[in-house]
């Protein structure tokens, strides 16, 4: 009795937790189709982000300047451009808001002040599916899933137009992202676990 007690008492909480609705709707059907934006560059504009504050911990203010100094003087927000077909790297120490960024250009969160925009177009007004489903990202500390390096790698098909393919047109994608990365030299080292002839 006390166990089912204890769980009914806490099921409030976890119902509540399934019925919030979220500030950025992952499985939102609107907005734009990333597919059908012309060709552009993608920027930050003017942009201040700060975490959340929480019960736990007080508001980290990350990007961009405070809105006053001591002295009173406005400070600009982060403004950076990372140019179409181009490669952009962020380079910085623990703790100047490289990871921040990512999260800002994956829609993880949303600025409190300032834009995101590819080609002009802020990527709030996009599908924030087939906008995620856009971007690969490869962190330093990667999560692996328990189950076979071609397993791993075809989770990156989810949410693509290819995640329904049939397991042997996977299988060539798989091996050909294993190419593009270098690293069936280094997956064809493991004894009998690489999917990759």
């Known amino acids: 009795m006390t166990a089912i007690s204890r ?31 012309p060709p552009g560059d993608l920027a930050l504009n003017n942009v201040k982000f700060s975490y959340p504050e929480t019960r736990e911990r007080q508001g980290v203010h990350v990007l961009g300047g405070t809105r006053h100094t001591a002295m009173g003087e406005y400070r600009e927000g982060l403004s950076l451009k990372f140019p ?7 380079v910085g120490k623990s703790g100047c808001g490289k990871s921040s960024i990512v999260a800002l250009l994956e829609r993880w969160y949303d600025p409190q002040e300032g834009s995101v925009t590819i080609s002009g177009v802020s990527i709030r007004d996009l599908n924030l599916r087939r906008w995620r489903s856009q971007i690969g990202l490869v962190i330093q500390e990667p999560y692996l899933f328990n189950g076979s390096i071609y397993f791993n ?8 137009q290819w995640e329904n393919e049939n397991e042997e047109v996977k299988l060539k994608m798989v091996i050909e992202a294993c190419k593009q990365a270098n690293a069936v030299e280094f997956i064809d080292r493991f004894p009998k676990v690489s999917p990759l002839p």
């Open 84 to 90: 179409a077909g181009k490669t952009t790297a962020l």
């Open 7 to 37: 769980a009914s008492a806490s099921s409030g909480l976890i119902f509540k937790t399934i019925d919030r609705k979220p500030i950025i709707d992952a499985l939102s059907t609107e907005g734009r189709d990333p597919d059908n934006l």
């Open 153 to 160: 790698v075809a989770k990156g098909l989810v949410g693509t």
